[in-house]
């Protein structure tokens, strides 16, 4: 429980975060996607669970800020989150290669299903002007900060959820009497 409320309160940070000073900071005219980042991360880290929790709860704050129809941005979190929590069984804590990628994965996924059902169901066929102006630039963007937030992320992990995980010694080997 305690994992969910703190996932709760580093969603409304990245979302704030997102929404006011990223804007600031656009390179080539997009900002970095802070809550696919936290949305792959959970799911990397924690599981599915995790995954669709954050995916569901990031997805309705950008539904209320940005579509005019409730449920896009639920249904492309949620099913980032899903896909990203089933690589969690990949997931090694000192290895960046995973999270990195798969943050990379989720936000080539997200902006090309949002292409596909914002955009390509209306019969704007524009892909390469949309993948050259938007996505490419996104994409680098998001996981060069996503790298940032993500070593942020797994030093809160640590800090607040100290492995208690110590080695057992092997008890001693009896030799049976006969």
């Given at each position: 429980?305690?994992?969910?409320?703190?996932?709760?309160?580093?969603?409304?940070?990245?979302?704030?975060?997102?929404?006011?000073?990223?804007?600031?900071?656009?390179?080539?005219?997009?900002?970095?996607?802070?809550?696919?980042?936290?949305?792959?991360?959970?799911?990397?880290?924690?599981?599915?669970?995790?995954?669709?929790?954050?995916?569901?709860?990031?997805?309705?704050?950008?539904?209320?800020?940005?579509?005019?129809?409730?449920?896009?941005?639920?249904?492309?979190?949620?099913?980032?989150?899903?896909?990203?929590?089933?690589?969690?069984?990949?997931?090694?804590?000192?290895?960046?290669?995973?999270?990195?990628?798969?943050?990379?994965?989720?936000?080539?996924?997200?902006?090309?299903?949002?292409?596909?059902?914002?955009?390509?169901?209306r019969g704007r066929l524009g892909i390469l002007g949309y993948m050259r102006d938007i996505i490419l630039p996104e994409l680098v963007y998001t996981v060069i900060v996503g790298i940032l937030i993500y070593r942020i992320l797994y030093w809160l992990e640590e800090k607040m959820y100290?492995?208690?995980?110590?080695?057992?010694?092997?008890?001693?080997?009896?030799?049976?009497?006969?």
């Open positions: 429980m305690k994992r969910y409320i703190s996932m709760f309160l580093l969603i409304i940070i990245c979302f704030l975060l997102q929404t006011t000073l990223f804007q600031k900071l656009k390179l080539a005219n997009v900002s970095p996607n802070l809550l696919i980042v936290l949305v792959s991360s959970a799911g990397v880290m924690y599981g599915r669970g995790a995954g669709i929790y954050s995916g569901i709860l990031s997805g309705i704050l950008c539904d209320f800020l940005y579509s005019n129809i409730i449920g896009v941005y639920i249904l492309i979190y949620v099913i980032a989150g899903y896909i990203c929590g089933i690589a969690h069984k990949l997931y090694y804590k000192d290895d960046m290669a995973v999270p990195v990628f798969i943050i990379a994965a989720s936000d080539l996924f997200a902006n090309m299903l949002f292409y596909i059902i914002c955009f390509l169901l100290p492995s208690d995980e110590v080695p057992l010694e092997s008890p001693p080997v009896q030799e049976e009497e006969i």
